[in-house]
């Protein structure tokens, strides 16, 4: 996380600042995990569009699912299916650092903190490492 701008070390969560909200791109203003996920990701010049969790999850077009996570995959987490909602909804999205790290923003934390996948299996709430997506449209390049 010490390679990270400021900006990334210090975001706050913020529920309603997901992917596609009102409010402006960027997360000045506090974001939630995934909008905080694709921001880490387009500083290291990856591109990922505005997708929430269960379109993420479902997406061929920008991301591919992966078996073996790289360092800046997508990893979701989530409690397991829910009977009428579609595979991935409200599953926690983080980036796979290294082997057993993953960069996320959450809730409990309020910053952006980098956890174990046992810390994650531990919460209910992303008990089931969902899977791992990996990126394949270009961004940008590093954020100035």
């Known amino acids: 996380m010490d390679g990270l701008p400021a900006h990334l070390r210090n975001t706050r969560y913020v529920a309603g600042r997901y992917p596609g909200a009102p409010g402006g791109e960027g ?4 974001a939630n995990c995934q909008r905080y996920a694709y ?3 387009a500083w290291f010049g990856i591109g990922v569009p505005p997708l929430r969790s269960a379109e993420l999850w ?12 790289q360092p800046l995959d997508l990893v979701l987490f989530d409690r397991g299916a829910v009977p009428g909602l579609p595979e991935g909804y409200g599953a926690h999205v983080g980036v796979h650092l290294a082997p057993g790290r993953v960069l996320h923003l959450c ?5 952006p903190a980098v956890w174990g996948y046992g810390e994650f299996a531990a919460r209910p709430r992303y008990a089931r490492l969902l899977g791992v ?9 590093p954020a100035a």
């Open 27 to 30: 997360v000045e203003g506090g």
């Open 107 to 111: 809730a409990e934390a309020g910053r």
């Open 133 to 141: 997506k990996r990126p394949v449209i270009p961004g940008p390049g």
């Open 58 to 69: 479902a997406d061929t077009t920008a991301t591919r699912r992966v078996a073996v996570q």
């Open 39 to 41: 921001a880490v990701l």
